[in-house]
T-cell receptor, first 111, second 112 residues
Framework: GIQVEQSPPDLILQEGANSTLRCNFS?????LQWFHQNPWGQLINLFY???GTKQNGRLSATTVATERYSLLYISSSQTTDSGVYFC?????????????FGKGTKLSVKP | DSGVTQTPKHLITATGQRVTLRCSPR?????VYWYQQSLDQGLQFLIQ???????AKGNILERFSAQQFPDLHSELNLSSLELGDSALYFC???????????FGSGTRLTVV
């Protein structure tokens, strides 16, 4: 099945710093989403981005489907950005609903 | 509030018991998905329902079953519980399969 690799696995930032999280996937996808799991366990959908670029406030994401990667940019990070960021994909051959999650990037933003 | 409601938030039960987790999808969403999150396995897809019908199955054990009712709420039944079933169980919903998913806040199940 499709493999999803996220890097880096851990990231520690000072408040105000910028960061880039990467998601590589091993096959063509027709669905790619970024999620943030906060320290209380809630999974929040950040972007639905199977291709192209989107921006939402301090966050933006780019997916280059032909090269099988996606990037999540966080600018001017805040302590509330802490948590785990997951990339999840579904490929054309996969059964619908089978959104495959990467292992995540754990982000800690220090004040 | 994401619009996806899961109950209960926490559940502690003994091995061998049976529990039912409930999920109400976001208004207008026809697809419901169940996921299990454990420390060693990460987020694993269990099962999907679309408008009352089962659409896809993932790594769901035979001891587990689910259904989606006419009002679109869904229930996940876990039986003959084992210690290893302790995990966070999430429900998510979407308009259709190939759209963004909205997750509920999860049910934390502890089997003792």
């Amino acid at each position: 099945g499709i493999q999803v690799e996220q890097s880096p696995p851990d990231l520690i930032l000072q408040e105000g710093a910028n960061s880039t999280l990467r998601c590589n996937f091993s096959d063509s996808v027709n669905n790619l989403q970024w999620f943030h799991q906060n320290p209380w366990g809630q999974l929040i959908n950040l972007f639905y981005i199977p291709s192209g670029t989107k921006q939402n406030g301090r966050l933006s994401a780019t997916t280059v489907a032909t090269e099988r990667y996606s990037l999540l940019y966080i600018s001017s990070s805040q302590t509330t950005d802490s948590g785990v960021y997951f990339c999840a994909v579904m490929n054309y051959g996969g059964s619908q609903g089978n959104l495959i999650f990467g292992k995540g990037t754990k982000l800690s933003v220090k004040p | 509030d994401s619009g996806v409601t899961q109950t209960p938030k926490h559940l502690i039960t003994a091995t061998g018991q049976r529990v039912t987790l409930r999920c109400s999808p976001r208004s207008g969403d026809l697809s419901v998905y169940w996921y299990q999150q454990s420390l060693d396995q990460g987020l694993q897809f269990l099962i999907q329902y679309y408008n009352g019908e089962e659409r896809a199955k993932g790594n769901i054990l035979e001891r587990f079953s689910a259904q989606q009712f006419p009002d679109l709420h869904s229930e996940l039944n876990l039986s003959s519980l084992e210690l290893g079933d302790s995990a966070l169980y999430f429900c998510a919903s979407s308009v259709r399969g190939n759209y963004g998913y909205t997750f509920g806040s999860g049910t934390r199940l502890t089997v003792v």
